[in-house]
């Protein structure tokens, strides 16, 4: 069984991280994708609701199932019996900031490979952060984030 994880801090889940999603389930026989905490940014929105977010808009792809956890992926991983850790890359820039993490990771859990999968050249320039930002400034989110998901991004990043 070919287990692969894509973990992240998903807050919120953007059209960037369900292309990498769609493109990587069909290669492994169980994708799982890991709502993990950034030890830098807490965060804006729950990590359930994060989840409950991905879980929704993943629903027509079998093998594909979302879990949180909170403590090292690499420990995650191992947990969970995977081979492989997925991470999309936008830019060179991403590179610069990948690359270190995945020797880390695999300094940690050594049978661990990262493989990395270029994101959709249409997605490129998609964050979380912007996201966020744009949503709570009440601007169009409809071409970053998935429509299903709208309203409650919209609540979830308005200012208190
Ligand atoms: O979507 P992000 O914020 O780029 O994802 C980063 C994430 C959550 C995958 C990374 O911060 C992580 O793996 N956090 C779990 C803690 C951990 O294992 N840290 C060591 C990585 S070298």
Redesign the pocket.
């Known amino acids: 069984m070919r287990i692969a994880i894509f973990?992240?801090?998903?807050d919120p889940v953007t059209n960037g991280h369900l292309d990498i999603i769609r493109r990587a389930s069909p290669l492994f026989d169980r994708l799982l994708v890991a709502v993990?905490?950034?030890?830098t940014?807490p965060g804006t929105l729950p990590l359930p609701t994060r989840a409950d977010m991905i879980r929704r808009v993943t629903a027509g792809l079998p093998n594909v199932d979302v879990e949180q956890f909170t403590?090292?992926?690499?420990t995650y991983a191992a947990s969970r019996g995977a081979q492989v850790i997925i991470r999309g890359l936008r830019s060179a820039g991403d590179f610069a900031y990948e690359a270190p993490?995945a020797w880390?990771?695999s300094g940690l859990a050594k049978e661990i490979e990262t493989l990395f999968m270029l994101t959709s050249p249409q997605y490129a320039y998609i964050t979380s952060s912007a996201v966020r930002e744009i949503a709570a400034l009440g601007g169009d989110i409809s071409h970053l984030a998935p429509k299903a998901l709208q309203n409650e991004i919209y609540a979830a990043c308005k200012p208190k």
């Open positions: 973990p992240g801090s998903f993990l905490v950034h030890p940014k403590g090292l992926l690499a993490m880390l990771n």
